[in-house]
């Protein structure tokens, strides 16, 4: 309401008592973002993608949209960046957002956020599969996950699984594809075996599509128990919050199938997408940028025709365990931060979730590859393929101390450890390239997945936009190989049978 009053003042349409009014109270938040893109002839559309990667965020507020101190602290932080004097404050449209249970008043709240938000570097705030249409678009076009998954299916050949079920946990479902396919793998090898699935994964829209591919995984092999989480790496295999309070708020839901097709499995699925909307909340951390939960969710999946069978796989909540027999830990981490971070956070406490014989596949990217000599012609000298598995194995071993005698550790050789996935492409799109023109919509997949591999943060990649050099730069790297491939690297950990 403030805004429209306002807009219908500058336009010399409101008059009398109303102008009056509208002139005194104080503007709105939607007031300043609009002076700050007239002052400096920007898009509203560009101001949001650049402010806080939302190109429709100025339209969401004009429509009556709120936001959170979070997101308030990021417009500040990015207005002073461009020159902006005024402060923004704490608009009226945003008290409703503040939290009853914040320790300190709005105000307060809204400046500690932007403190933090400033002080961070662009690296530190890049979220890898925070950008979705950089993960769709990389996904779509380039044979990651296909490779991935017929990696993860040599270890299911050195698996001794254990009474009452096969248990496999993925350190990040993604969009599914994985998972999935692996799951066929694995109904292949062992068709008649109770499968117990544990998926952890933070992002609402991911989970909705792993979800929605399950049906069919329900109907081939139905002995199958899947759970997904939003917990952290170091309680998701053991579905247990360690804070208290998050404890105390955590919400366990089981979901029994019925009927005896994958039609009718798919339609009880969908129905969940009220349910994860609500539920399955996340924001950034204003320490980190990293997503988290807003409260720690368990759902439970399976046919209840086979209930009785799986009595013994179905977690109880407080009640449930790990002893993983494999531990999918696919780009479990940014690449850019130290190995000891991966291995405290990540890696190590996945370690710990192995049973006896259980096989943690470890997969990174690690460069040497055209993608990275892309982004090195754009920024020379460019490489956040910091730590290589030996770097990341050795950490782990460092932070398990003692318990790393109850391990193996295998780095193996580059031929067995290294393995690349291709971007696709029409037939000899690229390959004729020499003598004529490689297609906008290629070199801007090609570019993408350039950058989305690399982990290049939004600020960097507004800076080069504006030139065509980054597309010159693409098509010269795929003219000189005549494909565009990446690289990824793997490593195992195995938890000793003894």
């Not at 806080?52 to 960046?81: S, W, Y």
């Not at 957002?97 to 500690?112: L, N």
């Not at 350039?450 to 800076?463: K, N, S």
Request: proline residues 6%.
């Amino acid at each position: 309401m403030d805004a429209t009053l306002s807009a219908l003042h500058r336009n010399g349409r409101l008059a009398g008592p109303a102008a009056a009014a509208a002139a005194t109270s104080p503007p709105t938040l939607l007031d300043r973002i609009t002076d700050f893109c007239r002052e400096r002839g920007v898009a509203e559309s560009t101001f949001g993608r650049r402010a806080v990667n939302d190109g429709k965020l100025v339209a969401r507020l004009r429509e009556g949209a709120r936001i959170k101190p979070e997101t308030l602290a990021r417009l500040q932080a990015f207005m002073r960046a461009q020159g902006a004097k005024a402060e923004l404050g704490v608009p009226p449209e945003l008290l409703p957002m503040v939290r009853a249970s914040d320790p300190m008043p709005a105000a307060a709240a809204v400046r500690s956020a932007a403190e933090t938000e400033t002080e961070a570097a662009p690296e530190r705030n890049f979220r890898f599969f925070d950008n979705r249409q950089k993960y769709l678009l990389f996904v779509t076009t380039c044979g990651e996950k296909d490779v991935i998954a017929r990696r993860v299916g040599m270890e299911l050949a050195h698996l001794h699984p254990r009474p009452p079920a096969l248990r496999v946990f993925d350190a990040g479902m993604g969009d599914g594809t994985v998972l999935t396919s692996v799951m066929r793998e694995m109904h292949r090898r062992h068709a008649t075996m109770p499968f117990f699935i544990v998926g952890k994964e933070i992002s609402l829209e991911d989970v909705r599509l792993s979800l929605h591919k399950m049906a069919d995984r329900f109907f081939e092999h139905p002995a199958t128990v899947l759970t997904v989480t939003n917990m952290y790496y170091a309680e998701a295999p053991w579905l247990t919050p360690r804070s208290l309070p998050a404890a105390n708020s955590m919400l366990w839901k089981e979901v029994a199938l019925t009927g005896s097709s994958s039609h009718e499995f798919a339609e009880q699925i969908g129905a969940l997408d009220r349910f994860l909307a609500t539920h399955w909340q996340a924001r950034h951390s204003a320490k980190t940028g990293n997503p988290v939960y807003e409260r720690p969710v368990v759902l439970t999946i399976y046919r209840d025709d086979y209930r009785f069978l799986l009595d013994k796989v179905i977690p109880r909540q407080g009640q449930a365990q790990a002893g993983f027999d494999l531990v999918i830990a696919s780009q479990p981490y940014r690449a850019r931060v130290s190995a000891e971070f991966k291995a405290q956070k990540v890696v190590a406490p996945l370690v710990r979730a192995l049973g006896p014989g259980g096989r943690l596949l470890g997969i990174h990217s690690c460069g040497n590859d055209p993608g990275l000599e892309i982004v090195q012609r754009v920024w020379p000298g460019e490489n956040p393929f910091v730590t290589s598995r030996h770097d990341v194995l050795s950490a782990v071993r460092h932070e398990l101390g003692k318990e790393a005698r109850q391990f193996n550790f295998n780095a193996y050789a580059d031929n067995r450890a290294i393995f690349r996935y291709d971007m696709h492409t029409l037939p000899n799109e690229v390959a004729a390239a020499a003598t004529s023109a490689i297609g906008t919509s290629t070199l801007f997949a090609a570019w993408n997945a350039a950058v989305y591999v690399a982990q290049i943060d939004d600020e960097r990649l507004a800076q080069v936009l504006g030139r065509p050099h980054y597309l010159e730069a693409t098509a010269e790297v795929l003219k000189k190989h005549g494909s565009l491939w990446f690289q990824d690297e793997s490593y195992v950990v195995s938890r000793k049978r003894d």
